[in-house]
Nanobody, 113 residues
Framework: QVQLVESGGGLVQSGGSLRLSCAAS?????????LDWYRQAPGKQRELVAS???????NYADFVKGRFTISRDNAKNTAYLQMNSLKPEDTAVFYC??????WGQGTQVTVSS
């Protein structure tokens, strides 16, 4: 089982940036699985934001393409989500997830207009 802990959320103005971190622990295989970032806005379903494979290939939801960048540092067992040009509609709790992990507590991102 892999434990994932998200951090880096906060309050930012529209147009601002944040970098989220996802620290993995609990398994030596943590570096060898795909990682996803999801978000859940109030009253809405959780949705996939971005994915990164163990080899570093990435995919993005259309609503974040060109604004968000997912990356990982396998030596540190950590994944990141760099979020630029944030919009109020990006306000949500952000979660990272792998097939080896349960859902964590997430990190709150609030974008003010």
């Amino acid at each position: 089982q892999v434990q994932l802990v998200e951090s880096g959320g906060g309050l930012v103005q529209s147009g601002g940036s944040l970098r989220l971190s996802c620290a993995a622990s609990g398994s030596i295989f943590a570096s060898f699985v795909d990682l996803d970032w999801y978000r859940q806005a109030p009253g809405k379903q959780r949705e996939l934001v971005a994915s990164i494979t163990a080899g570093g290939s990435t995919n993005y939801a259309d609503f974040v393409k060109g604004r968000f960048t997912i990356s990982r540092d396998n030596a540190k067992n950590t994944a990141y989500l760099q979020m630029n040009s944030l919009k109020p509609e990006d306000t949500a709790v952000f979660y990272c997830k792998s097939v080896l992990s349960d859902w964590g507590q997430g990190t709150q991102v609030t974008v003010s207009s």
